[in-house]
């Protein structure tokens, strides 16, 4: 960061919202883009997950919003899956809130998230799951889908409502 002082004063969410844009110069923006993002998407990655049955569920607020945009958890659940199961190759699935303020799911490859400009769907992250291979493959060496099951056992569903009431108010969760 030496080299470009303007970037030092921007936190790891201004620096992947940045990632795309003129803010970041195109000599660094692929050490940020691949190194900010991988930063940022494991910190909150290891957010949204805790022990077995160690979590109430979806908030009241959160249910609406979830039935509101998929008709049902079960549902949101199904295109969730099908997001991660789908990423072709190394990268990540998210559940977010888009511009509009309803909620969204979608992919991103590699290191990319969805408050990149370079997502195809931006929008702030409530929930995320690593679909890289060093993520599952240990234990469930290639069957994703039955690793994308299992990870709605661990979800921190207190952590995803405070990321969802951030996001609401328009604020990027905290790593």
Known sequence: MDKFPELASLGLADL??????????????????????????????????????????????????????FGSSDEMKTKFNAAAASRFGSGWAW?????????????????????????DDQMIPVLALDVW?????????????EYISAFWNVVNWEQVNANFKDAKAGNVPSV
């Open 16 to 69: 992947n919202k940045s990632v795309g844009t003129d803010k970041i110069p195109k000599d660094i923006a692929t050490v940020i883009r691949n190194h900010g993002g991988g930063h940022w998407n494991h910190s909150f990655f290891w957010k949204v997950m805790t022990a077995p049955s160690d979590t109430n569920g979806a908030s009241t607020e959160l249910k609406a919003a979830i039935d509101s945009a």
């Open 95 to 119: 559940l977010g809130v888009k511009a509009d303020g309803s909620l969204g799911v979608t992919s991103t490859p590699n290191q990319d998230n969805p408050l990149q400009t370079v997502a």
């Open 133 to 145: 291979e060093h993520a599952y493959y240990l234990k469930y060496q290639n069957r994703r889908p």
